[in-house]
């Protein structure tokens, strides 16, 4: 069993940065993939980016070239870095886990979630 826990949210103003971290745990953190999805109000769970055991990582188009994902498995830790944050960015940030690479766009491919944390930028 994993948990994980979102922390980091906050608001801004466009252009502004945020970084949000979700901690985990148990002992195979590290072989995990772990991923960042966002849910808009009346809107479904987006995915944004995820980073492999390996270190490798995907973005969502939106997201590309503002927002970077990265990992510290000493820390059990998560990162997601946002950069040039637009008010379209405003949303709920869930931190997802899973055992098997694969398949990474569908919220459905995830063992784990945290609680999510509260994005909000204004223009």
């Known amino acids: 069993q994993v948990q994980l826990v979102e922390s980091g949210g906050g608001s801004v103003q466009a252009g502004g940065s945020l970084r949000l971290s979700c901690a985990a745990s148990?002992?195979?953190?590290?072989?995990?993939?772990m991923g960042w999805f966002r849910q808009a109000p009346g809107k479904g769970r987006d995915f944004v980016a995820i980073?492999?055991?390996?270190?490798?990582?995907i973005y969502a188009d939106s997201v590309k070239g503002r927002f970077t994902i990265s990992r510290d498995n000493a820390k059990n830790t998560a990162y997601l870095q946002m950069n040039s944050l637009k008010p379209e960015d405003t949303a709920v940030y869930y931190c997802?886990?899973?055992?098997?690479?694969?398949?990474?766009?569908?919220?459905?491919?995830?063992?784990?979630w945290g609680q999510g944390t509260q994005v909000t930028v204004s223009s």
């Open positions: 997802a886990a899973k055992q098997y690479s694969g398949s990474y766009i569908s919220p459905s491919q995830y063992d784990y």
């Open positions: 148990g002992r195979t953190f590290s072989s995990y993939v």
């Open positions: 980073i492999r055991s390996s270190g490798s990582t």
